[in-house]
């Protein structure tokens, strides 16, 4: 229907309710993304019929608002940050990501669903909604906080991974090469973060000596971004690749700041018509072009399987950073309460479920994002009540085993030194050499049975072996980068957690 009205009409009228439903969302102390979603379910054909997903106004609004999302992200996320949180992050982080991880994806495939659904259910309940989060710490003076900050931190690093296998899934969807996919992404991640930083640099100073002011320089930044997004689709890589590494190379610059300030409107404007889009397309099936409701039972399932991932991410937070916290210096009570902020999901949830949908049969497509929806609203109503019984939290937990023996209080935090900064700066290179390792050797894996190597397990041999191969040095610096930092801590060089 709303191809038969003014396009305008449409915009207005879906800003309109939009608007309406945040405002109702937001008064009950709810997230107004929540808001958004419910606006495109109720305009969408599964009641009004207004919207309908696959229309070029909705399609190329969507679009848009994916693009100006991952764009702001990239100027936001900045490594910077998260350096400074020091390995204490980066530990939590990867342990709490791969004990969620692993958890749900075993428990999607107990229930019978394929691998690409259990490892979008995988990837969805890593991504905790740093808006959500972020305003939640403001708005209760908790930023100059250790544990704050901590928890942000790791919520940078979520977001950073989530993106590359956002990029990865959307690319994977349009290319037959998985190898060669992975080696040109990298590749093009690799030039394109350099490219914009180094002529982003020049235009800088170029605006800077001639006065520009800051919105000329915003309208650069979103060309620079849409000219790298435009490139990577025609590698035959997600145009997502190109936004967010234009926004990350942006946030390097000076003036990464005031371009994110000037599109914070730009952002929140096309973020509505993202969300409401995705709001229509539940439950509708595009091959068929109408709306296909589960059954009751189908129904009753998916409300329980998502209630039953809620829970599971609240506990396996708990239990993560209860058993390895100590090891990091933390209290249990500091332990509690990152992993209690570590519960809203959030946007990228949503964006994950829509980069999978081309890949999935019609019936899990329906699953996985109606499973979205339910998880995002399920942690977020937990969100609040966790929070206020965080004392019965600490409680709980202390009663889990730990690695190491409990801390009773925060010890006090020293300053890098440019030893201790060589270290750290040796650890994470090769870090991301061993994840970028272990990205590939998955697609070169399905790409080795055309050697036609007659060896029982032949491809998983060879897989094996050359990522052993091409990562023992990698893993062996990056031990050793961690030994000696470990020992600089141990005599008295901490490696900070900024306050």
Not at 65 to 90: H, M, N, Q, R
Not at 256 to 264: A, F, L, P, T
Not at 404 to 430: T, W, Y
Not at 457 to 479: H, K, N
């Amino acid at each position: 229907m709303a191809g038969e009205i003014l396009p305008i009409t449409t915009v207005g009228i879906v800003l309109g309710f939009g608007l309406v439903m945040s405002i109702l969302f937001r008064r009950i102390g709810q997230n107004p993304v929540l808001g958004f979603i419910l606006s495109g379910f109720i305009l969408g054909p599964f009641i009004l019929g207004f919207l309908v997903p696959g229309d070029i106004l909705v399609e190329s609004f969507s679009e848009l608002g994916l693009f100006v999302l991952l764009f702001y992200l990239g100027i936001e996320l900045s490594f910077k940050d998260f350096v400074k949180a020091g390995i204490p992050t980066l530990g939590l982080a990867l342990v709490d990501m791969v004990f969620l991880g692993v958890a749900a994806f075993a428990v999607s495939l107990f229930f019978g669903f394929s691998l690409l659904f259990s490892a979008a259910i995988g990837l969805m309940l890593l991504s905790t909604s740093s808006a959500i989060v972020g305003k939640f710490i403001i708005d209760r003076g908790l930023i100059r906080q250790q544990t704050t900050q901590m928890s942000m931190a790791i919520l940078i690093l979520q977001d950073f991974i989530g993106i590359l296998m956002l990029v990865l899934i959307s690319s994977i969807s349009s290319s037959g090469s998985a190898l060669s996919l992975g080696l040109t992404a990298l590749v093009f991640a690799v030039v394109s973060f350099y490219a914009v930083h180094r002529i982003s640099g020049f235009v800088e100073k170029f605006f800077e000596k001639h006065n520009l002011s800051s919105a000329e320089l915003t309208i650069y930044a979103l060309c620079i971004g849409l000219i790298v997004a435009t490139l990577g689709g025609f590698l035959g890589l997600s145009s997502a690749l190109g936004a967010y590494f234009a926004g990350f190379a942006l946030s390097e610059l000076k003036a990464g700041e005031k371009v994110k300030k000037q599109i914070d409107f730009l952002r929140d404007f096309f973020i509505l018509f993202f969300f409401v889009a995705f709001g229509a397309s539940l439950f509708f099936n595009k091959n068929l072009g109408q709306v296909m409701l589960p059954d009751s039972s189908q129904l009753l399932f998916i409300i329980l399987f998502s209630f039953l991932l809620s829970v599971l991410s609240i506990i396996l937070h708990a239990i993560s950073l209860t058993i390895f916290g100590p090891i990091f210096s933390l209290t249990n009570r500091a332990s509690s309460e990152i992993a209690i902020f570590l519960t809203p999901l959030g946007e990228f949830v949503i964006i994950i479920s829509i980069a999978m949908v081309p890949l999935l049969s019609a019936s899990e497509a329906s699953t996985l994002t109606a499973t979205a929806f339910l998880i995002i609203l399920m942690t977020l109503f937990m969100f609040l009540p966790l929070y206020k019984r965080i004392d019965l939290h600490d409680k709980i937990t202390s009663y889990i085993p730990a690695l190491a023996p409990r801390i009773q209080r925060e010890a006090p935090v020293m300053q890098h030194n440019p030893e201790s900064l060589k270290h750290l700066h040796d650890f994470g290179v090769n870090l991301i050499l061993i994840l970028c390792l272990i990205w590939i050797t998955p697609m070169l894996y399905f790409a080795i049975p055309g050697l036609g190597i007659p060896v029982p397990y032949g491809r998983v041999i060879v897989a094996v072996a050359l990522f052993t191969f091409m990562a023992v040095v990698p893993v062996f610096r990056c031990a050793r980068a961690l030994r000696k930092m470990l020992s600089m801590s141990a005599t008295g060089y901490k490696v900070p957690v900024q306050g």
